[in-house]
Structure formats: C-alpha cells, structure tokens
C-alpha cells in the first residue's frame, strides 16, 4: 500500500473527505519526521513506537573492488510492532 492509497483508505474508514485524509497522511509523517529528527518517540498503542537508533561508525567493504572503506556513525529510524500489530498479523 503506498501513501495514496493509505489516504484512500482512511478516507472511507473515517468519512473525511479525500484532500483531508491526505493532508491527515502528510500531516502524521510531518510529525514523525520532526520528532524522530529532534531525537523523540512517538508511541501510538495498538501500533508500535517509532524510535531513533545510533548507528556506531564501522569497517566496511566495497564489494565491487574489495576495498575496505569507513563507514560513519549515523542515526536510523526505528519501527517496533506493538503486541497487538502482532497478534492481528498473526491472526491471534
């Protein structure tokens, strides 16, 4: 399902209006993405939590040559599956 289509969804699950569900869809990915970037979480229940992990710098390989490279330390964001995201995948 790509981004269109979730606003799509959201639209006849909740009876917004179709340019409001997608603002709605911008509007989520805005927030995560300024909160994650400033280092936060954003915990939604039955969801998961969305994180940020430090990434420490290390010795990689170029695997067209076989060259070793150094690869810097960086951040990454990170999903956790809430229990209940599980369960219902899990057809529990």
């Not at 998961?48 to 810097?72: D, H, L």
Request: proline share 2%; glycine share 14%; no cysteine.
């Amino acid at each position: 399902m790509n981004k269109t289509e979730l606003a799509q969804h959201l639209a006849e699950k909740t009876g917004l209006a179709s340019g409001q569900a997608k603002g709605a869809v911008d509007g989520l990915a805005d927030i995560l993405s300024e909160t994650l970037s400033r280092g936060g979480e954003v915990n939604i229940a039955g969801l998961g939590k969305f994180s940020v992990v430090e990434r420490g710098a290390r010795q990689g390989v170029n695997p067209a040559t076989g060259e070793k490279i150094q690869i810097a330390a960086s951040k990454a964001p990170k999903f956790t599956a809430a229990k209940a995201l599980k369960d219902s995948v899990n057809g529990r």
